[in-house]
């Protein structure tokens, strides 16, 4: 899995969820403080992008999805760990 089709993905995600045009969102725009999201945005993105890439984060995990370039890296890790096992 590349990582730059994870952000694709990741930011296809976003704008199916917000509406905002995927060349607008910048990989280190931050969701809340940039981007202006909401809780419920974010749970949103968060349950989205963990289904998208069968992750089954915990929850905990939801707070560290802060902007694409976070979210990306995350999936990454999974991904990985998913390897190792």
Known sequence: MEIIKVKARIKEIIFET??????????????????EFDSLTMMEIAVNVDQEFDLDLPEDDFDKLVNVNACAMLVMDYKCKEVRS
């Not at 607008?24 to 981007?35: N, R, Y």
């Open 18 to 35: 917000t509406n905002i045009r995927v060349e607008d969102i910048g990989d280190e725009a931050m969701f809340v403080e940039d981007l």
